[in-house]
Antibody, heavy 126, light 107 residues
Framework: QVTLRESGPALVKPTQTLTLTCTFS??????????VSWVRQPPGKALEWLAL???????YYSTSLKTRLTISKDTSKNQVVLTMTNMDPVDTATYYC??????????????????WGQGTMVTVSS | EIVMTQSPATLSVSPGERATLSCRAS??????LAWYQQKPGQAPRLLIY???TRATGIPARFSGSGSGTEFTLTISSLQSEDFAVYYC?????????FGGGTKVEIK
C-alpha cells in the first residue's frame, strides 16, 4: 500500500523559511520512473503545483516560485523535503505531497498524480 | 507556461443527470491530461489520465475525452457522492499546471 504523509509547522511568521517533509511508504524513490511532487491550495482556492523531484534527482519548479523553493530527497529515509523562503501571508495554504506515476498505454505514455497525502495546513501570520 | 482554463466555474446538476465539464489548454498538451476530484476537507483523487483512461477503481460513469487543447470530463449519471470540485491538470510541459476547477453542486 502506497501512502504519503506531510509534516511541518502549522504556523510560520512572515519572512521565515518553511520546511515541509513528505514521508512515504510503499515505493522507493530510487526506482526508475518514480517522482514526488508538492502542490498547495489556499483556502477556498484552486490547486497550485509547486515542485517535483525525480528518482534521478532531476528537479522542476513553479515558474513564479522557483527563486523561493528547494526540493530534495533522502532516499534512505523515504522522505522528500520542500523549503520555501521568505514566507508571506499569501502563502497560507494546505500543502500536499503526491506521487507522480507514469502510465504506458498503446497511444503513448502519460503522467498523473495517483496517490496524495492528506495535506498539512500552514498559516503565515505574525 | 501552459494555462489551463476550466468551465463553467460552477455547474448545478440534479442527481441522475449528466454533467459535462470542460478544460482548455493554451497550447497542445498531447493528451497528457489528468482529471481529479476533490471533496471538502479531502485530498484530490485521480479520476482520469491520458485524457481518457480511468484510474484504478474509478466508476464507469466517469469518462474523459478530447485531444490537443480541448478536453471534457463527463459524469453520465450523477450520484450523491459525485458532488465535488473537479480539476484538470496538464502533465506534458514544465511547469505542470492545474485548471481553476469546476464545482459540481446539487441543483
Amino acid at each position: 500500500q502506497v501512502t504519503l504523509r506531510e509534516s511541518g509547522p502549522a504556523l510560520v511568521k512572515p519572512t521565515q523559511t518553511l520546511t515541509l517533509t513528505c514521508t512515504f511508504s510503499g515505493f522507493s524513490l530510487s526506482t526508475s520512473g518514480m517522482c514526488v511532487s508538492w502542490v498547495r491550495q489556499p483556502p477556498g482556492k484552486a490547486l497550485e503545483w509547486l515542485a517535483l523531484i525525480h528518482w534521478d534527482d532531476d528537479k522542476y519548479y513553479s515558474t513564479s516560485l522557483k527563486t523561493r523553493l528547494t526540493i530534495s530527497k533522502d532516499t534512505s529515509k523515504n522522505q522528500v523535503v520542500l523549503t520555501m523562503t521568505n514566507m508571506d501571508p499569501v502563502d497560507t495554504a494546505t500543502y500536499y505531497c503526491a506521487r507522480k506515476t507514469y502510465y504506458y498505454e498503446t497511444s503513448g505514455y502519460y503522467d498523473a498524480f495517483d496517490i496524495w497525502g492528506q495535506g498539512t495546513m500552514v498559516t503565515v501570520s505574525s | 507556461e501552459i494555462v489551463m482554463t476550466q468551465s463553467p466555474a460552477t455547474l448545478s446538476v440534479s442527481p441522475g443527470e449528466r454533467a459535462t465539464l470542460s478544460c482548455r489548454a493554451s497550447q497542445s498538451v498531447n493528451n497528457n491530461l489528468a482529471w481529479y476530484q476533490q471533496k471538502p476537507g479531502q485530498a484530490p483523487r485521480l479520476l482520469i489520465y491520458g485524457a481518457s483512461t480511468r484510474a484504478t477503481g474509478i466508476p464507469a460513469r466517469f469518462s474523459g475525452s478530447g485531444s490537443g487543447t480541448e478536453f471534457t470530463l463527463t459524469i453520465s449519471s450523477l450520484q450523491s457522492e459525485d458532488f465535488a470540485v473537479y480539476y484538470c491538470q496538464q502533465c506534458n510541459n514544465w511547469p505542470l499546471t492545474f485548471g481553476g476547477g469546476t464545482k459540481v453542486e446539487i441543483k
